[in-house]
């Protein structure tokens, strides 16, 4: 059970490349975990809060492919800043793409690529497909950018495709991938970066009621992890875990502030990554709460 599993785990598993720290990690953790297992127990073995939301942006991907390779992925979506449908330019052409994805995480680790393309017909609505095409590939080239000051361990960069063959999966790329994508990866962020919040509780004698804070928004998280992705319900549970980490910061902050300097350095510069896309998360969750008045 991953319960016994994170109380019981007392190290992690030291930085390294992207690709050999997740394929540490898929060993240590053996068979084939589920999503909230990779979430919960990667982001406890993280070294860093950067290593914590890779964990929990994987467990994202396979809970909207179950079928995703063991290997490093990552969904590319974003174009001239925008994740709009008619904002998109990449085309599917057949089994063909075209076109350029301005930010793909862990871009120079990422084995396979999940691309929003559009494939409509002329005149007809923007219509989203997705493809999955391999680093590497013939048409398939990654320019790695500069670090951000945010989490500057996980790599980003540009994906250019120019005549690459991908398989299509199966269903409409916006409403059965994009959109879901954004909830599924909020929650397992969430779950794996207070994961990582807990392991450090642990090893540096934090109050005990706060450890026991944590540990029951994680047992939050593993119950929306059961809910539908799009049912309304699940929005504002959702929105109920992030409003527990919220409550949570200024005792977390403390904590970090009273333990080792360079740790609290690192907790300082990444803390944000909560607040990734909390507009958007913001509004889904006003839309889901306006369904129950």
């Not at 390779?69 to 063909?96: F, H, I, M, Y």
């Not at 493809?131 to 590497?136: A, K, L, R």
């Not at 320019?143 to 361990?153: K, Q, R, S, T, W």
């Not at 794996?192 to 392991?199: D, L, N, S």
Request: hydrophobic share 50%.
């Amino acid at each position: 059970m991953p319960w016994q599993r994170l109380l019981e785990t007392r190290d992690r598993l030291p930085a390294a490349a992207l690709d050999d720290w997740f394929a540490a990690l898929r060993d240590r953790l053996g068979g084939a975990p589920t999503p909230f297992e990779l979430a919960l127990l990667g982001g406890r073995l993280a070294a860093t809060p950067g290593l914590a939301f890779l964990a929990g942006y994987q467990a994202a991907l396979r809970a909207l492919w179950p079928s995703a390779p063991a290997s490093l992925g990552a969904l590319c979506v974003t174009e001239n800043k925008s994740v709009r449908p008619a904002d998109l330019q990449t085309r599917l052409d057949g089994l063909v793409l075209n076109g350029r994805k301005d930010f793909v995480t862990a871009a120079d680790a990422a084995d396979w690529l999940l691309v929003a393309a559009r494939d409509e017909a002329p005149g007809e609505a923007p219509r989203v497909a997705l493809g999955v095409v391999y680093n590497g590939a013939a048409g398939v080239r990654i320019e790695i950018l500069p670090a951000l000051p945010l989490m500057p361990d996980i790599s980003h960069g540009r994906l250019y495709l120019d005549g690459a063959h991908c398989e299509r999966l199966a269903g409409d790329g916006w409403d059965d991938y994009v959109k879901p994508f954004r909830s599924l990866e909020d929650l397992h962020v969430l779950c794996a970066v207070t994961a990582w919040q807990y392991g450090i509780a642990d090893e540096h004698g934090w109050p005990q009621e706060l450890r026991l804070q944590l540990l029951g928004l994680l047992a939050g998280c593993a119950e929306v992890a059961r809910q539908p992705v799009r049912a309304a319900a699940s929005h504002v549970l959702l929105g109920g875990l992030y409003a527990q980490q919220v409550a949570l910061l200024s005792q977390i902050d403390a904590a970090f502030a009273a333990g080792p300097a360079e740790l609290a350095s690192v907790w300082q510069r990444d803390q944000r990554l909560l607040d990734v896309a909390s507009g958007a998360r913001s509004k889904r969750l006003e839309k889901a709460l306006g369904s129950f008045v």
